[in-house]
């Protein structure tokens, strides 16, 4: 069903060139979309379902860059949510997104940056923080 969706919006876009004459490579751009167009890249987006997550990092994570760590992770994976030391030693990690990027957030946390040591890291769902699903921020220690 995804590859039908994604095959109808490749049709619902074109190709073209802003000079014969002159090589430049080809752009696209979509057209203007008819109501059937927009139907279906609705429903494309609606297959894909947004999750939030916890992830409770423990081991020597703190005082080596594992914040601005996570962060680069979450930035380059397209995640929103937060990272934050806890009083008890471990990182927080609060991330929205689809199963796929949780699931690439969680191995590169496991793995950390070079100074840290990662013991476990701990996962659990949670519901969707509607002040964090814009980008991605380091907050403050509690």
Request: aromatic fraction near 10%; charged fraction near 25%.
């Amino acid at each position: 069903m995804l590859h039908d969706l994604w095959q109808h919006f490749d049709l619902c876009k074109r190709r073209y060139r802003k000079s014969d004459a002159v090589s430049t490579p080809l752009v696209e751009r979509p057209l203007l979309q008819s109501r059937g167009c927009a139907k279906e890249i609705a429903a494309w987006h609606s297959v894909v379902e947004t999750l939030a997550k916890r992830f409770y990092v423990s081991g020597s994570v703190q005082g080596v860059g594992f914040r601005f760590f996570a962060e680069r992770a979450a930035a380059r994976l397209g995640l929103a949510g937060y990272v934050k030391n806890l009083f008890d030693g471990r990182v927080e990690v609060y991330a929205i997104g689809s199963a796929g990027q949780l699931d690439a957030l969680q191995s590169e946390l496991r793995r950390g940056p070079r100074m840290a040591s990662v013991d476990h890291v701990a996962e659990s769902d949670a519901e969707i923080l509607s002040r964090f699903a814009r980008s991605f921020t380091i907050e403050r220690d509690c």
